[in-house]
């Protein structure tokens, strides 16, 4: 019985570690002004990624930060901090939306998709309400969204 114990013990230690081991660090840059002329922009603004990916928010100017403005049921929200590198752990499945808090009136917006897109309408709904309230690059969440 001890020995069964054992291996069930390690087995899963094994499963658990090969999951941690496939995860992936994915950056995401904060710009001011992106190499294609976006202004004030993630980039890249949209991110596919795995259950257990990590998204790393790297801010190549002053005055951005990322916070989640959806994600999907039961995933942990964020809010970053403003001038520093920031990592999310993307543990469930579905369409995160994000901003920086400082210039979301101006369109700096962001989507990832983990998985499948779970809760897809729900996010569609939420980054039309959302965009309607920006003065500038409105259709940013829209573009992102249709990939």
């Not at 291996?7 to 992936?24: K, R, T």
């Not at 005055?63 to 920031?86: I, M, R, Y």
Request: aromatic letters at 6%; hydrophobic letters at 40%; one cysteine or more.
């Amino acid at each position: 019985m001890y020995t069964l114990k054992t291996q069930i013990i390690a087995a899963l230690s094994l499963a658990l570690c090969a999951a941690s081991a496939n995860a992936a660090d994915i950056e995401v840059r904060l710009l001011e002004k992106s190499e294609t002329g976006g202004m004030l922009t993630f980039e890249p603004s949209f991110v596919k990624a795995n259950v257990n990916d990590t998204i790393v928010f790297i801010p190549t100017n002053k005055g951005h930060n990322s916070s989640s403005l959806l994600v999907p049921a039961k995933a942990e929200t964020w809010k970053g901090p403003f001038d520093k590198e920031f990592r999310v752990k993307l543990e469930k499945e579905g369409v995160y939306l994000y901003v920086c808090d400082s210039h979301k009136p101006m369109g700096m917006v962001g989507v990832v998709q983990v998985g499948k897109a779970v809760n897809l309408e729900e996010a569609k709904g939420k980054a039309a309400e959302e965009s309607a309230k920006m003065i500038m690059n409105k259709d940013r969440f829209t573009k992102a969204l249709e990939q």
